[in-house]
């Protein structure tokens, strides 16, 4: 189980342990609320401890963050995992772009969620599914995971304000024009479908930078950057511009090149580790098969 430290400085002497939870230690009210119904959840000196609870200068405080049980209906399925970081709280894989993200119809042993269900196992962690910026199917590339529901609202709050910064790598058909722009047109569900969105006036605000890098066989390899995180985004703003990813059976067309995935892959991420404060960078260079459609 995950427990965060605090040693009590003379400066702090007389606060309350709900200040000092979600002041110091960076708890939200969920995550104060979770300790507390754990057993030794808060604990002050070792002891059992409540939250109005007065502390004194050179006491300890600590608090329990981790998941009391596992993603319990996520079986564990030994598969590939490219773990390319991992600390205590988190961890960044490399996606493969043909492993579905969460167990679906079709999908019950196969997923990235089975997998790190037997990693997990494998070395004796207790913890729930956390993915923090999640993948489609056909996307490869880097995707961080929470270890802890703590960790997991700290890089929520991090993508949800702009601080986790991804960058992706498309080969698209044809040549955006002009080669470096900015695509803002919003998106919403296509009438009638399930799956497709669109670029419709009453959709919500999308905005997506570009910029093509190099071009061969009438096809383009853009770097994206992503202000804003909508559904199937990337996809549906190249099509727009009437440059679609290859390979994208729902905005496009399929490809015998690419069976069973698109040409979208997460290239890079930047974030700050959820407890320490520390920036991670990661790079993941573009596969083989999406580097192959250029040549």
């Known amino acids: 189980m995950r427990r965060l430290f605090l040693s009590i400085h003379p400066s702090?002497?007389?606060?309350?342990?709900?200040?000092?939870?979600?002041?110091?230690?960076?708890?939200?009210?969920?995550?104060?609320?979770?300790?507390?119904?754990?057993?030794?959840?808060?604990?002050?000196?070792?002891?059992?401890?409540?939250?109005?609870?007065?502390?004194?200068?050179?006491?300890?405080?600590?608090?329990?963050?981790?998941?009391?049980?596992?993603?319990?209906?996520?079986?564990?399925?030994?598969?590939?995992?490219?773990?390319?970081?991992?600390?205590e709280d988190l961890l960044v894989v490399n996606k493969g772009g043909q492993t579905p993200v969460h167990p679906s119809q079709g999908h019950h042993g196969d997923t990235l969620a089975n997998f790190l269900m037997a990693y997990y196992e494998s070395i004796g962690l207790v913890a729930a599914f956390h993915p923090v910026n999640r993948l489609d199917r056909g996307t490869s590339g880097l995707m961080a995971v929470a270890k802890h529901p703590h960790a997991h609202e700290g890089l929520q709050r991090q993508l949800q304000e702009g601080r986790l910064a991804r960058t992706y790598l498309a080969v698209c058909q044809g040549v955006p024009d002009p080669a470096v722009g900015i695509v803002e047109a919003p998106i919403g569900r296509e009438p009638g479908s399930v799956l497709r969105r669109m670029v419709t006036p009453d959709g919500a605000f999308a905005r997506t930078h570009y910029e093509v890098l190099q071009s061969g066989r009438g096809r383009s390899l853009v770097q994206l950057k992503l202000e804003t995180g909508r559904t199937h985004q990337i996809r549906v703003h190249m099509a727009h511009l009437g440059c679609p990813l290859v390979g994208d059976f729902l905005y496009g067309r399929e490809t015998e090149e690419l069976p069973d995935r698109f040409a979208l892959h997460s290239a890079s991420i930047r974030l700050e580790q959820p407890v320490t404060g520390r920036e991670i960078v990661l790079k993941a260079p573009l596969p083989r098969d999406l580097a192959d459609l250029l040549t």
């Open 12 to 87: 702090q002497e007389g606060k309350d342990i709900n200040t000092l939870l979600r002041k110091e230690l960076g708890l939200s009210g969920s995550g104060v609320r979770r300790a507390k119904q754990m057993p030794d959840g808060i604990l002050l000196d070792g002891c059992p401890v409540f939250t109005n609870a007065r502390v004194r200068a050179g006491q300890t405080l600590s608090v329990a963050v981790g998941d009391l049980v596992g993603s319990g209906q996520i079986a564990p399925v030994p598969g590939p995992l490219d773990i390319l970081y991992e600390d």
